[in-house]
């Protein structure tokens, strides 16, 4: 027996997923990189992939030892205002040879316009700090995390 599928149709007060709707705000434009070494006083210097980082704000996101990628949605969306956004990540292996305990993650907010790159390397914790001001809510916004093979990272987004 075959059956025919019609595409998905939502229906008001239905959610299957981030909306396309949403007024959407200017481009971001990230603050400097920060190091893990550096003096951030909004990172607090949690420098693991094991737990999510602390940040001076109230955390509407986080996650933490995650590999590979996730969409993580902001809870209760975003409102107007700051959002700051911390990483941290790390290679794994010996990070002996070309490109050994080595890799990348990715951070989106798609709905912002909002994108960056940090690089990992095995044995060392790489930390990155970035903030963008919010000119129109979105209740329906997420942050999409996306790191290559070998890569463990942790982040926290607030506001």
Request: charged content about 25%; hydrophobic content about 30%.
């Amino acid at each position: 027996m075959e059956f025919a599928s019609a595409p998905y149709v939502p229906r008001d007060g239905d959610s299957d997923g981030p909306k396309t709707s949403a007024k959407k705000s200017a481009p971001a434009t990230p603050t400097a990189k920060h190091s893990a070494g550096d003096d951030v006083d909004q990172v607090s210097g949690n420098e693991t992939v094991t737990e999510a980082p602390k940040i001076g704000r109230k955390i509407i996101a986080s996650f933490a030892n995650g590999q590979f990628g996730r969409a993580i949605p902001f809870k209760g969306g975003l409102r107007k205002g700051t959002l700051g956004i911390a990483l941290n990540c790390e290679g794994k292996g010996k990070g002996k040879g070309k490109g050994k305990g080595k890799g990348t993650v990715k951070v989106e907010v798609p709905d912002l316009g909002l994108t960056f790159t940090e690089d990992c390397e095995a044995g060392k914790v790489a930390c990155i700090y970035n903030e963008v001001e919010i000119s129109t809510a979105d209740p329906d916004a997420y942050v999409h995390v996306n790191g290559t093979s070998g890569v463990r990272w942790s982040v926290s987004a607030g506001q």
